[in-house]
């Protein structure tokens, strides 16, 4: 891909073949507002499954097995790519995902399939195929057997009490860099489900008031849920248009302490990654949109107000390119992060690459992704 090739020229082969796996290790943030590292901890060796722990990142790492052979049945359930990359990994399969599972029965096994045919794994149908359309987000499949194997972290009574939540390394350090405070009026623009929203409530010890905001009514109740479930109390969750929440949230602008910038991207770093089909215009069109946020989130900031703009991604359009737009078309400066895991940006495109931070799926075996915090001038 031309888009990749840009940035990592000719290791590119390498890139493609880290995003087609998960990588070795899965990273299951603790949520200390319910529970500990040491109990996570302890729960996962229960399963079986080898672990590691962070504990100044509030994470723990499971060991990704894998890969296994997924036999090819003659019963099979077709779902959309986001799905079929999560039952890669040992998800279950659920009824917003299904494409297509005609003439499956109820305790049917079936091959679980993505839109292009690939067998992702082995499943036992818990309904008919004729009562699907009856299901708006219950479970329409058991995985049996994955290409990768993981507990399916959704269905772990650690997971229901919200003690846990699956949430990149990257995505956390994130967080972790825009150091959220406990007196501090945050605002998440693009907030669901909720990783980088109830971490921030987390790390502000539920105090002070973070508004997490999306336009989809359906992400709105995703959003809820997590937050409720997860004990988040210091969160308003409000459904509009992040693009123009400056124009809405009149009230709150130039007085917002910081700001969460993480906007629709073309996801290319996201991993296991089955396939891409996006064009160069496609992610010119996405850098254009991103900034309608950065420009939203800049008008709310008070002087001297954070902004942390992250995408998981890895193209320079929508990482570095955004970054000089909003230094050098809005004023804003760079801070200071540390750099605990992860590369400086590209120099070739960015005379600012020395404060930002990129993830390398085939350096750093992470999800391929991009942040930085900016700080609204205080002059």
């Not at 082995?122 to 479970?139: C, E, N, P, T």
């Not at 002070?208 to 992400?219: A, T």
């Amino acid at each position: 891909m031309c888009v990749l090739s840009m940035v990592y020229g000719e290791a590119v082969d390498r890139v493609i073949e880290a995003l087609s796996s998960p990588g070795s290790w899965y990273t299951v943030r603790v949520n200390t507002l319910k529970s500990s590292i040491d109990k996570v901890e302890k729960y996962f060796r229960c399963l079986e499954f080898e672990v590691k722990a962070i504990a100044e990142l509030d994470v723990v790492l499971i060991k990704v097995l894998g890969p296994f052979d997924v036999p090819e049945l003659s019963k099979k359930i077709v779902v959309d790519k986001l799905t079929a990359e999560s039952v890669m990994m040992g998800a279950n399969v659920y009824a917003p995902g299904v494409i297509n599972m005609e003439g499956v029965q109820k305790g049917d096994n079936v091959t679980v399939t993505d839109p292009k045919g690939r067998s992702v794994a082995i499943a036992r149908a818990v309904i008919d195929s004729k009562d699907l359309k009856f299901l708006r987000k219950g479970l329409v499949a058991e995985t049996l057997v994955s290409i990768y194997k993981l507990p399916s972290i959704r269905s772990l009574d650690l997971y229901l009490k919200g003690e846990i939540f699956p949430q990149s390394l990257p995505s956390i350090l994130a967080v972790k860099a825009l150091n959220p405070r406990s007196n501090e009026l945050i605002i998440d623009l693009t907030a669901s489900p909720g990783g980088k929203l109830t971490y921030a409530s987390q790390l502000m010890n539920n105090r002070g008031l973070i508004i997490g905001i999306d336009r989809s009514p359906n992400k709105v109740e995703t959003l809820n849920e997590n937050v409720q479930r997860l004990g988040v109390r210091n969160a308003k969750i409000l459904c509009l248009d992040s693009r123009y929440a400056d124009l809405e949230l009149k009230d709150l602008k130039g007085k917002v302490d910081a700001v969460m910038v993480d906007p629709p991207c073309s996801a290319l770093g996201i991993r296991p990654k089955l396939y891409d089909e996006l064009t160069e215009k496609t992610i010119r069109n996405l850098s254009e949109y991103q900034r309608q946020f950065i420009r939203a989130g800049f008008n709310l900031l008070k002087k001297g107000g954070r902004m942390l703009y992250s995408v998981c991604t890895v193209s320079i359009e929508e990482c570095e390119n955004n970054i000089n737009y909003a230094i050098e078309k809005l004023g804003m400066q760079l801070l200071e992060v540390p750099r605990q895991i992860g590369d400086m940006g590209i120099v070739t495109y960015s005379k600012y690459a020395d404060k930002v931070v990129r993830f390398h799926p085939h350096i750093h075996d992470t999800p391929g992704f991009f942040y930085a915090v900016l700080v609204k001038d205080c002059r």
